[in-house]
């Protein structure tokens, strides 16, 4: 029994020292492998912290124009259904759809024959009236000189007075007769009332038009100039009714997408009420349109140059954060760290966005990578750009103190360089 214990012992110390010598041989591994790995360990610790790569961009002074932008539809400056005014046959058509033509210009004949006949029996008729007429007045005239013989009675005398009336106003009628006649004849030649393009046109050469129809024989739509309406919050109009007392207010009309610039306006007037629905007031653009970009009907983007505010100290949109302490931003030192700046915005226009304290012109700020930034880190920069004028923002959008929260904003009881 003892000789078992002892048996027993014996195994339980053999095991328990091989496994002590495989620990020790497993650390002396580690020590080795740690050991050869000194020197780069070394280097890394001794080459300082790892820098983040972040865009940056220069602050800048310079003119910032400032826009306002409302949603607008073309519509013609002039638009006229052209109708006949007369009953008749048309005889020519002297246009071709989508011509433009100028005021004044032929556009319809319609046939004038009927007419022409009318005003030669009115004429006729006017002859025969004036002949009555003169007969009448030579007989009064002898009438009148037999009155102080008394071989003639004053009744008789009086009635051939009442004679000689209606006759002249015979004549008086024949006349007006023949102007109407004239007027008729007139109207068979149907002219353009102001310069415009001719859409498509409803009557054909041979066809029978009354003065009583419903349906033009066609549309007229001066193009040139044409005019934009557009709405604007009812906030903004005082700033624009003060402005246009100033002088003409520039529009610029853009296309569906807002990308690209189909003409350059001015605006003309402010509508004389508020919608109370919307909140809006229309306003009314004139434009030249001489390359005829703009159509009636078609929707843009109405872009009103407001004001220009000359030297201002503007940077990069993207490099406005948000902290608990308001908008701050990332100025880079001269030794590439990085150290966080509150900054008032007074503008923010598209990319572009204007200070009035925090940042001077010269100075570098973060636009990208901000999120892994804190006081002191050491960036890298990837690049330099410049910040870019961008154009307006709809009206409501252009307001003071925007931008975007990021990790190592300033907190409560941080300071700053401004401090």
Known sequence: MIHSY????????????????????????????????????????????????????????????????????????????????????????????????NQGDLLIEIDARPFQVMLEQMQAQLFKDQASLRDAKLNLDRYTALIPSGSIAQQQVDTQKATVDQLEGQVRTDQAQIDNAKLQIVYCNITAPFSGRVGLRQVDPGNIVHATDTNP????????????????PEDVLPKVADQMKKGTLQVDAFNRDDQTKLASGKLL????????????????????????????????????????????????????????????????????????????????????????????PGETVVTDGQDKLQRGSLIAPRNTTAPSTGRALPAPQVAEGSGSSAAGAPTSGSTSAGD
């Open 6 to 101: 002892a048996k027993r012992a014996c195994t339980t110390a053999i095991v328990r020292a091989a496994v002590v010598g495989t620990l020790a041989a497993v650390c002396a591994s580690l020590l080795a492998c740690s050991s050869g790995s000194d020197p780069k360990s070394k280097a890394q610790a001794a080459s300082g912290p790892h820098p983040v790569s972040v865009a940056v961009a220069p602050v800048l002074q310079q003119d910032v124009p400032v826009y306002l932008t409302g949603l607008g539809a073309v519509t013609a400056f002039n638009t006229a259904n052209i109708k006949s005014r007369v009953d008749g046959q048309i005889m020519k058509v002297n246009f071709v759809e989508g011509q433009f033509v």
């Open 217 to 232: 024989m066609l549309i007229l739509t001066q193009l040139q100039p044409i005019a934009v309406i557009f709405t604007l």
């Open 269 to 360: 007037t402010i509508d004389n009420e508020i919608d109370p629905t919307t909140g809006t007031a229309k306003l009314k653009a004139v434009f030249d349109n001489k390359d005829n970009k703009l159509w009636p009907n078609q929707f843009v983007n109405a872009n009103l140059l407001l004001e220009t505010r000359k030297n201002s100290t503007v940077l990069p949109t993207a490099a406005i954060l948000r902290g608990p302490q308001g908008t701050f931003v990332y100025a880079v030192n001269a030794d590439k760290t990085v150290q966080d700046k509150p900054v008032t915005v007074s503008l923010t226009q598209g990319d572009t966005t204007v200070v009035t304290s925090g940042v001077t």
